[in-house]
């Protein structure tokens, strides 16, 4: 694709389907969604959605670097939950990462994610001048 750099890295969990974990047009980075994968393994390090978020966070960190940014770069997130109920730990977790950054972000319940996760975050950064 002209214009177009898909950017990977092993930092990251490999991509579990037939996708890249960026896509890199211009000065904009799209993330796929990370979950709570361990890198290593392919598989989700704990049962405990803290633990999730975290090291689905610390995967976002990975790619982004990958691609030229970092998590201050990021201008708009969606956050995937598979039971709303974990909202506000996901929260506490999501604001440390982030501040004192407040990108856009939008948050689905969704009823199901591949490998047993129990959330999943995707981002749109702005990389800014090369």
Sequence with gaps: MAGHEFSNTEQAPA?????????????WVYTSGMGGL?????????DDVIDQTRQSIRNVEAI???????LQDVVKAVV????????P??????????APNRPARTCVA????PVRERMKIETVAFKGEP
């Design 64 to 70: 982004l670097a990958a691609a030229g940014c970092t």
């Design 80 to 87: 995937y939950l598979t039971d709303m109920a974990d909202y």
């Design 15 to 27: 991509p579990p389907g037939p996708f890249s974990h960026a896509t890199v047009i211009g000065h």
């Design 38 to 46: 361990d890198p290593a393994t392919g598989q989700v390090v704990s």
């Design 89 to 98: 730990r996901v929260n506490a977790v999501y604001e440390d990462a982030f």
């Design 110 to 113: 969704v009823s199901a994610l």
